[in-house]
C-alpha cells in the first residue's frame, strides 16, 4: 500500500464524523427552537386564560359600586401572607340597660388581611373606636351574655370599623330583623375578624 493510499484511508473517517457531528448540531437546534416557540404559545394561551377569567368575575356585577375593593374568596391561599393584627385599646362603656347601672370592659384585636391595610387603619382609629363605642353603648348586658350575642357584637363591629375608610358593608337584615334581597355582589371587607382578648361585663 503507498503512502497516498494510507492517508486517504485516514482523513475518510474525519470528514464522516465532521458530518455526523454536523446533523447532531442541527437537529438540536431545531429541537430547542421548536420547544421554546411552544412555551411561549402556552404562555401566551394560558395568559389570555387568566385575563378572561378575570374579566368574568368582573363583569358579573355591572351596579357594584366605583369605589369598592374587589371581592376576593373567604379562603386565604396556604401560601399566602399571614393576616396582620391591630390591637385597640381596650373600650369602657355604660350599657344600655335601664333597671340597672351596668358596664362593659372589653378588649378588641382586628385581625386583617395585610400589614398594609393595618397601618391604613391607624390613620382613622379616632373614627373607628367611636364607631365601636357607639355599637357597645347600645347594648344591655343581656344581649352580650353567651356565645351568640358576642358572635353578633363582633360582625357588627367587623361592619362598622371599615365605613370610615370608605368601605360600606351592607347589613342583611331591616330593623325587624328580617332578611332583604340582595341585588349586589357582596363587597370584600378586608377586616377578616374580630377577637376579643377580654370581655367583661358588670
Known sequence: MSAAAAG???TAPKKGSKK?????????????????AGFVIWKKKAAEAEAAAAAEDGGED???KADARPHKPAKRDAH????????????VVNLADRDADRYAQ??????VEDAKFAEEMKAYMPAI??????????KTAAELQGR?????????????VVRPLGINIDDDSDEDGAKKK????PVYNPVLQVNFSSFIVQ
Open 62 to 64: 355591572g351596579h357594584a
Open 106 to 111: 372589653i378588649g378588641i384585636t382586628l385581625e
Open 182 to 185: 340582595k341585588k349586589r355582589a
Open 80 to 91: 399566602a401572607a399571614p393576616p396582620a393584627y391591630l390591637p385597640l385599646e381596650p373600650f
Open 129 to 138: 373606636r367611636n364607631a365601636v363605642l357607639m355599637i357597645l353603648s347600645h
Open 148 to 160: 351568640d350575642g358576642k358572635e353578633q357584637l363582633a360582625a357588627e363591629i367587623a361592619r362598622e
Open 8 to 10: 486517504a484511508e485516514q
Open 20 to 36: 455526523l457531528f454536523i446533523i447532531i448540531g442541527v437537529v438540536a437546534v431545531l429541537l430547542l427552537g421548536g420547544g421554546g
